[in-house]
């Protein structure tokens, strides 16, 4: 007489981000999935917080089971400023999001994979020199620069708590004095000279006035 032997084994599936299949295992009754079995559920833009039954997901399988993989959406802010010397909110503005900025600003809670626009605008007597996005110099000289917010760009924070962004990305414009430029240096082309007007000093170019701070008369 011949005996035939079943060896009973069930299917674990394991489901990720919307269901996505993430893979599946055929595990002996009665055994514990080993660390090979089990998929890494990692996503672009998604903290991984684990599976749904962390306690059945490291016990023994006795019947056709799926495990479903935990997401958490990742989020960066957006430091912006301009280069990091005195005044230098004087020579221009950063604009982001419908907002210009001349000083020190963090837009908040940004979701991973969006791209934030910036535009350089250099002041009066000013030019735009260059970006620096992380302490590293940019290899453009355009005034309009794509930042990219994801888990690449950003610098990591390590432990976020409930409200804290996942990370931060850190843009500043750097500008310098345009001499062709600067309506307050009469000597910046021949169409521009300086004269006394009611004990003021007036600024005069192309025919029309400006005192020295560049403001139009």
Not at 86 to 99: R, S, T, V
Not at 190 to 201: C, L, M, Q, S, T
């Given at each position: 007489m011949k005996t035939i032997l079943f060896i009973l084994a069930w299917t674990v599936t394991f489901l990720g981000l919307d269901y996505k299949l993430l893979?599946?295992?055929?595990?002996?009754?009665?055994?514990?999935?080993?660390?090979?079995?089990?998929?890494?559920?990692?996503?672009?833009?998604?903290?991984?917080?684990?599976?749904?039954?962390?306690t059945g997901i490291a016990t023994a399988i006795t019947q056709d089971t799926t495990f479903y993989a935990l997401y958490r959406p990742l989020r960066y802010?957006?430091?912006?400023?301009?280069?990091?010397?005195?005044?230098?909110?004087?020579?221009?503005?950063?604009?982001?999001?419908?907002?210009s900025f001349n000083e020190s600003y963090v837009i908040e809670h940004i979701p991973c994979g969006e791209t934030v626009t910036v535009y350089a605008k250099p002041h009066n007597g000013y030019k735009f020199v260059k970006w620096v996005l992380n302490d590293e110099e940019q290899a453009t000289t355009?005034?309009?620069?794509?930042?990219?917010?994801?888990?690449?760009?950003?610098?990591s924070n390590p432990?976020?708590?409930?409200?804290?962004?996942?990370?931060?990305?850190?843009?500043?414009?750097?500008?310098?004095?345009?001499?062709?430029?600067d309506i307050t240096n009469a000597n910046a082309d021949?169409?521009?000279?300086?004269?006394?007007?009611?004990?003021?000093?007036v600024i005069i170019r192309n025919n029309e006035k400006y005192d020295v701070t560049g403001k139009k008369l």
């Open positions: 893979g599946t295992a055929e595990v002996v009754d009665g055994s514990v999935l080993t660390q090979e079995q089990i998929p890494d559920p990692k996503e672009d833009c998604y903290k991984t917080l684990g599976w749904d039954d962390p802010s957006l430091s912006i400023d301009t280069e990091h010397e005195p005044e230098y909110y004087l020579y221009g503005d950063i604009e982001a999001q419908g907002m355009l005034s309009t620069l794509e930042v990219p917010m994801n888990e690449t760009t950003a610098q432990d976020p708590q409930a409200d804290d962004d996942d990370g931060n990305v850190a843009i500043y414009a750097v500008f310098e004095v345009d001499p062709a430029t021949i169409n521009a000279y300086k004269r006394i007007e009611n004990n003021h000093v």
